[in-house]
Nanobody, 125 residues
Framework: QVQLVESGGGLVQAGGSLILSCVASGGTFSIDAMGWFRQGPGKEREFVARIRRSDGLKYYSYSVKGRFTISRDNAKNIVYLQMNSLKPEDTAVYYC??????????????????WGQGTQVTVSS
């Protein structure tokens, strides 16, 4: 079992920055990659970013590439999401997720085995 706890959400003005953290505990040795997803009001949950635990290989969605940066601290079992140049359309609940197996379907929700409870990010215009 893997437990994930997100933190760092909040209210920020457009153009501002936030950094989200996700602490993993439990069977962290079994994690292949960590991802961030988000779900805006009335929208489906969507992929944001992913980082592979072993070599730091990263993937980003088109909508956040160049503005968001995913990083990891394996020693502390923490994954970060640095969010810059935030836009109102980035408003969502952000979820951390853990994938136990290598996959090419990095944006697929079904590829992830464990999820955090989410943290709210609100960007005002």
């Amino acid at each position: 079992q893997v437990q994930l706890v997100e933190s760092g959400g909040g209210l920020v003005q457009a153009g501002g920055s936030l950094i989200l953290s996700c602490v993993a505990s439990g069977g962290t040795f079994s994690i292949d990659a960590m991802g961030w997803f988000r779900q805006g009001p009335g929208k489906e949950r969507e992929f944001v970013a992913r980082i592979r635990r072993s070599d730091g290989l990263k993937y980003y969605s088109y909508s956040v590439k160049g503005r968001f940066t995913i990083s990891r601290d394996n020693a502390k079992n923490i994954v970060y999401l640095q969010m810059n140049s935030l836009k109102p359309e980035d408003t969502a609940v952000y979820y951390c997720a853990a994938d136990l197996q290598h996959t090419l379907r990095v944006e697929d929700i079904a590829s992830y085995d464990y999820w955090g409870q989410g943290t709210q990010v609100t960007v005002s215009s």
